[in-house]
């Protein structure tokens, strides 16, 4: 069966340091790959896309990578700060049969930075 | 601003009431989707609805049902036939048509709904 894994439930780092997330996939041939955030009570809110000929994607602080060998996404967020504290969700997009066009979600990863 | 307005924050129900589920978006989006989320879970697709007067089912469709009569609405029905209603319920919405498919999603900021 298909199944799209995030590291760890809860990652908690300090302030100024790099948070890597890992997003993990199996049994699927995704064409797009995106990272939202969420906020406690809140809608997650798209962060990047990154499609399966990039290998990497930046946006400020964000860096997304993408290795359909490995089948694997590694989401950074650079000089991390107390503001950067979430959920960050990894969603597949796969152009194949009768999953096309849809957006499968991860579980989420908990982000905890502390001062 | 453009967005999704989801109503109410929260709703409380008694079992074996149906209960509707508002959703509006204002962002001209043609396609528009339902997703149940549970604590330790991902978010599960119920139902979407890629143009006016057309929709399908998703991965959990038993006990919901859903309506797309305008272009800014799509409300989800929470049936008593659904045997585990009490969750968070996410709305969301995309420009995405049959030839572009790597719009995201726009998300409003969920109803959580309780049955007793």
């Known amino acids: 069966s298909q199944k799209i894994e995030q590291n760890s439930e809860a990652l908690n780092i300090q302030e100024g340091k790099t948070a890597t997330l890992t997003c993990n996939y199996t049994n699927y041939s995704p064409a797009y790959l995106q990272w939202y955030r969420q906020d406690p009570g809140r809608g997650p809110v798209f962060l990047l896309l990154?499609?399966?000929?990039?290998k990497e994607k930046r946006k400020e602080r964000l860096k997304v990578t993408f290795d359909t060998t490995l089948k694997q996404s590694l989401f950074h967020i650079t000089a991390s700060q107390p503001a950067d504290s979430a959920t960050y969700l990894c969603?597949?997009?796969?152009?194949?049969?009768?999953?096309?066009?849809?957006?499968?979600f991860g579980r989420g990863t908990q982000l905890t930075v502390w001062p | 601003d453009g967005g999704i307005t989801q109503s109410p924050k929260y709703l409380f129900r008694k079992e074996g009431q149906n209960v509707t589920l508002s959703c509006e978006q204002n962002?001209?989006?043609?396609?528009m989707y339902w997703y149940r989320q549970d604590p330790g879970q991902g978010l599960r697709l119920i139902y979407y609805s890629q143009i006016v007067n057309d929709f399908q089912k998703g991965d959990i469709a038993e006990g919901y049902s859903v309506s797309r009569e305008k272009k800014e609405s799509f409300p989800l029905t929470v049936t008593s036939a659904q045997k585990n209603p009490t969750a968070f319920y996410l709305c969301a919405s995309s420009s995405r048509q049959a030839s572009s498919y790597n719009s995201p999603l726009h998300f409003g900021n969920g109803t959580r709904l309780t049955v007793t």
């Open positions: 990154i499609r399966e000929n990039e």
């Open positions: 969603a597949l997009e796969s152009l194949g049969g009768s999953t096309l066009g849809r957006l499968y």
């Open positions: 962002l001209n989006h043609d396609a």
